[in-house]
């Protein structure tokens, strides 16, 4: 194993666990609440709560499995059984989803619809078993020096699998095949993204034996102490001092605010382009996709930025600019009554906008502590953003049911601009780094 020089193409084939859990979460955020209010008719305040659950149960399972694993000894390794099992339950679970669906839209019991919340919340757990012993894969074989761009290559392929979901999604329900359909039968789609899950795991587990590869990087580790910048000095971690700690807190409550618009818009934006402009699914993947594309070609550029003017100032750069395109995306759903090219720079705009906050508010949290901490901290910023993740989808549902589908983007830009102002009291973690080129650009992104 070269100590200097990243495997690129192991790196990939480990990545593939997180495009099949990227392709999945792209396809749940997008398509169950349009069969909650659509199919079951139920009202978009306990829709969210539904919505909210998966965020709920991320806060328990994500950091009980990834122990777990890290306990874990077997012929396949640590990390490749949980990988395994967790997708083949999904795969198996998420299918019975739309032929629930289905057969409620057909003649609805109440037995139909219990189903369906069963299948749902074991779906969930299916799903949150395996997420992070599939992020701690790559470290496990990785050497510590090429972490960073192997965490680059990581995020990108999670990105490839949002894009393979919404490609598949735009071609198989443009507006088209679904306007003026009393139901809409999304079994092409659930059955499509389980194959792509199934296949992208399939070709890991032949490809990557990770006991050799994990015994390999352990070894070499052991010859390099030099590696470990942060030593613990047994006293259990040291205090921050009060201006750092303030510091933190005004941050960590940025994250959540921003989470909390962006992650409204996305959990509600199919539902809510559905009403407003009558566009189906079709519409709403490609806007999501122009998105997602924007933010993956701001990447390189937003890291010349950062090391230019500071991760601070470009944040809220991201924020205000984010604020103003939500507040446009609202204007534009209402005045247009179809998508257009207007929207797609929008909806580019957004993803540009998300790169740069996205990119620089993981790597100031962790600026503020010692090097031995930083798990720690790590998962200070996952409990802000996963805590926003659980609250939006209710608050922003009960908008939508009891004000109008207009407050959508009102409230996102207002929280959004919130951060604006949180991020202002932010004094500490804003170092400047040269600016990262190539893949090391994207190597702060989200997992």
């Not at 009060?242 to 959990?267: D, E, H, M």
């Not at 809220?316 to 207007?342: E, H, K, M």
Request: hydrophobic share 50%.
């Amino acid at each position: 194993m070269n100590a200097t020089k990243l495997n690129n193409k192991r790196t990939i084939l480990v990545g593939l666990a997180f495009l099949s859990i990227s392709a999945f979460w792209q396809m749940y955020d997008n398509v169950v609440p349009k069969l909650l209010t659509g199919t079951f008719g139920m009202a978009e305040s306990l829709a969210g709560v539904i919505m909210a659950a998966d965020n709920i149960l991320a806060l328990f399972l994500l950091p009980f499995f990834g122990g777990l694993s890290d306990r874990t000894e077997t012929k396949l390794g640590r990390r490749t059984p949980y990988i395994l099992a967790g997708t083949a339950a999904a795969v198996i679970l998420m299918n019975l989803l739309p032929i629930l669906d289905n057969s409620y839209a057909a003649g609805a019991t109440p037995f139909k619809f219990a189903s369906f919340v069963l299948v749902l919340g074991l779906l969930l757990i299916a799903m949150g078993t395996y997420r992070s012993p599939a992020v701690a894969l790559m470290p496990d074989v990785t050497p510590k020096p090429l972490r960073s761009k192997g965490n680059a290559i990581i995020n990108l392929m999670g990105a490839v699998g949002g894009i393979l979901y919404l490609a598949v999604a735009a071609v198989l329900y443009p507006k088209s095949k679904v306007d003026g359909l009393a139901h809409v039968d999304y079994q092409p789609l659930f059955v499509v993204v389980s194959v792509i899950m199934a296949v992208s795991v399939v070709v890991l587990l032949l490809t990557i034996r990770e006991p050799k590869l994990a015994a390999a990087n352990r070894e070499l580790e052991s010859k390099h102490p030099e590696w470990n910048l942060a030593q613990d000095d047994g006293s259990g971690g040291e205090a921050l001092p009060a201006p750092v700690k303030r510091s933190l807190g005004f941050l960590l409550a940025s994250i959540a605010l921003w989470f909390v618009g962006y992650n409204g818009v996305t959990t509600w934006f199919t539902t809510y382009i559905g009403v407003v402009m009558g566009e189906g699914l079709g519409g709403a993947s490609t806007c999501l996709m122009v998105a997602t594309a924007g933010a993956i070609v701001s990447y390189i550029p937003i890291g010349v930025v950062a090391s230019r003017i500071g991760r601070k100032r470009t944040i809220q750069g991201g924020v205000v600019l984010l604020a103003a395109c939500f507040l446009g995306g609202g204007v534009l759903t209402t005045v247009f009554d179809s998508i257009n090219a207007i929207m797609y720079v929008v909806f580019a705009l957004v993803g540009l906008a998300w790169a740069a906050i996205n990119v620089n508010s993981l790597p100031m949290v962790v600026e503020m502590c010692r090097g031995s901490d930083v798990g720690k901290f790590t998962g200070y910023y996952y409990t802000a953003s996963m805590a926003a993740q659980v609250v939006t989808p209710v608050a922003a549902g009960w908008l939508l049911e009891h004000v109008g589908y207009w407050t959508l983007f009102p409230y996102a830009a207002a929280f959004v601009a919130c951060s604006f102002v949180t991020m202002c009291f932010v004094r500490h973690g804003d170092t400047k780094v040269r600016a990262k080129q190539g893949l090391d650009a994207y190597a702060d992104m989200d997992n």
